[in-house]
Nanobody, 115 residues
Framework: QVQLVESGGGLVQAGGSLRLSCAAS????????MGWYRQAPGKQRELVAR???????NYVESVKGRFTISRDNAKNTVYLQMNSLIPEDTAAYFC?????????WGQGTQVTVSS
């Protein structure tokens, strides 16, 4: 049974930082691309950051220079370090394990940034 469990969300003031974690089980973690997505109320889910099996990363333009995605294959965990948070970052954040045609999703963790 595949499980992705996110943690680390919460309420933070603008300019603050949070680190999200996503622990995976039931998959061969190193075989999967890992992504962080977010969904704000009334908006579509969007890809925030992705890290490949080899550690290459890509980011949505709005978070470049502020967010960093990383992975620890020994711990089956992917992280999202979020700095200089702004109210527009407020959303539910989801991690995803991706290996076409499969995508597994976590349940999400809420991030709220107050102004």
């Amino acid at each position: 049974q595949v499980q992705l469990v996110e943690s680390g969300g919460g309420l933070v003031q603008a300019g603050g930082s949070l680190r999200l974690s996503c622990a995976a089980s039931g998959i061969i973690f190193s075989n999967f691309f890992m992504g962080w997505y977010r969904q704000a109320p009334g908006k579509q889910r969007e890809l925030v950051a992705r890290i490949t099996r080899g550690g290459n990363t890509n980011y949505v333009e709005s978070v470049k220079g502020r967010f960093t995605i990383s992975r620890d294959n020994a711990k089956n965990t992917v992280y999202l370090q979020m700095n200089s948070l702004i109210p527009e970052d407020t959303a539910a954040y989801f991690c995803a394990a991706e290996r076409a045609p499969l995508t597994y999703w976590g349940q999400g963790t809420q991030v709220t940034v107050s102004s």
